[in-house]
């Protein structure tokens, strides 16, 4: 592994000023596990949102389901009612597009949202489908062979971690 040269923490606050953008009064935030939950958690807590974060897992809708299996990513949890909703899903790293196509089906299984849109806080490029944020704090390219995930640490400071992929 090693270090990207990009600030996670700087990168959470211009994610930080988009969102507050994107809100609306009725805003209801869901991060997708493990990355884009972080970042919905301490969205919430600085955004000052009442309630809590939902949480989405792409595990039962993806379209590789048969190669990866189960992960021990964490299952959905929508504290609120997903009909007539306005959600703002959050995701770490966007790349193929696939992870959120299942992360739809999945809030889709939950009910029918009015408005759903999507922030980032990284656009790596790289689409296999015609999914495109409505806000990312930073756009990179990267090699295919490697991957780009978000850690976070004990006091819950993020950074970046590339890797290659096997």
């Not at 595990?59 to 959905?76: E, N, P």
């Not at 703002?88 to 759903?116: K, M, S």
Request: net charge negative; hydrophobic share 45%.
């Amino acid at each position: 592994m090693s270090a990207l040269a990009l600030n996670a923490e700087a990168l959470y606050l211009e994610l930080l000023r988009g969102v507050r953008s994107l809100c609306q009064a009725d805003t209801r935030l869901v991060g997708i596990t493990s990355g884009g939950a972080w970042l919905a958690e301490r969205l919430q807590r600085d955004l000052g949102l009442a309630g809590e974060s939902g949480r989405v897992s792409s595990v039962m809708h993806r379209d590789d389901f048969a190669q990866r299996g189960l992960s021990a990513g964490g299952q959905t949890s929508l504290p609120f009612e997903v009909d007539g909703a306005d959600i703002l899903v959050l995701d770490d790293v966007l790349y193929t597009g696939r992870t959120i196509r299942a992360v739809l089906n999945e809030i889709f299984d939950y009910g029918r949202p009015a408005h759903v849109q999507l922030a980032v806080l990284v656009d790596r490029g790289g689409r296999q489908l015609p999914v495109q944020a409505d806000f990312a704090a930073a756009r990179v390219v990267l090699p295919e062979a490697q991957s780009l995930a978000l850690a976070r640490d004990a006091d819950g400071v993020f950074s970046f971690e590339v890797e290659k992929k096997a």
